[in-house]
């Protein structure tokens, strides 16, 4: 049940762009992006509710392609802050309440 | 606001031996969820709530157990505790049909069994 993401790890200069994609064998109702520093808890980035949504603030964009049961996420110009790992969560279609966090992706930011 | 608030944030525990991780939020939130992240790993669902006096089970139930008998607390019990619960806990709470929509997280409180 748990979403698998692609890369597991990505290493960017300032100013690069990265896509992290999250995939689930299962239909799914939404899609949440969490960041999560080194020793510290997940912090909310965005929701997605409806296939095709497509949502962002600053430089950092979602969207959610719900026929193929993925959700991407887009980092443009990447800055120092961006560092840490990425989590989507999914809700799975009648499942209940259940959330399945992803595998993660860590994302490292240099100069 | 507090938020969401955890007790203890370290804890060693011997094989065998029981314990309570305290979880509070005050946001007046209906879902509350209890994860554990080992090292490097993502975060499993161990149990969640979608209100007082409701529970159920996530990912990896075994060895743990919750109540919710108000809207505010959410403690999660481990009995007899085995190395394999050496883990980071977190607990979050969320206003499921809200604004956002979205799950605030504890600090989280670092266990080790030995």
């Known amino acids: 049940q748990q979403p698998v993401q692609s890369p597991q790890a990505v290493i960017l200069r300032e100013g690069e762009d990265a896509v992290i994609n999250c995939s689930s064998s299962?239909?799914?109702?939404?899609v949440h992006w969490y960041r999560q520093k080194h020793g510290e808890a997940p912090v909310f980035l965005m929701i997605?509710?409806?296939?095709?949504e497509q949502k962002g603030h600053d430089k950092i964009s979602a969207s959610f392609n719900e026929k193929k049961q993925q959700s991407s996420l887009y980092l443009t110009a990447s800055q120092l802050s961006y560092s840490g790992t990425y989590f989507c969560?999914?809700?799975?279609?009648?499942?209940?309440?259940?959330?399945?966090f992803g595998t993660g992706t860590s994302l490292t930011v240099i100069p | 606001n507090a938020g969401v608030t955890q007790t203890p944030k370290f804890r060693i525990l011997k094989i065998g031996q029981s314990m309570t991780l305290q979880c509070t939020q005050d946001?007046?939130?209906?879902?509350m969820y209890w994860y554990r992240q080992d090292p490097g790993m993502g975060l499993k669902l161990i149990y969640y709530?979608?209100?007082?006096?409701?529970?159920d089970k996530g990912e990896v139930p075994n060895g743990y157990n919750v109540s919710r008998s108000t809207t505010e607390d959410f403690p999660l019990r481990l009995e007899l505790a085995a190395p394999s619960q050496t883990s980071v806990y977190f607990c979050?709470?969320?206003?499921?049909?809200?604004?956002?929509?979205?799950?605030?997280f504890g600090p989280g409180t670092r266990l080790t069994v030995t």
């Open positions: 946001m007046n939130h209906n879902y």
């Open positions: 997605l509710l409806k296939g095709g």
């Open positions: 969560g999914t809700e799975i279609r009648w499942s209940g309440n259940q959330f399945y």
């Open positions: 299962k239909a799914l109702y939404s």
């Open positions: 709530s979608v209100g007082a006096g409701i529970t």
């Open positions: 979050a709470s969320r206003d499921s049909g809200g604004r956002n929509d979205e799950q605030y």
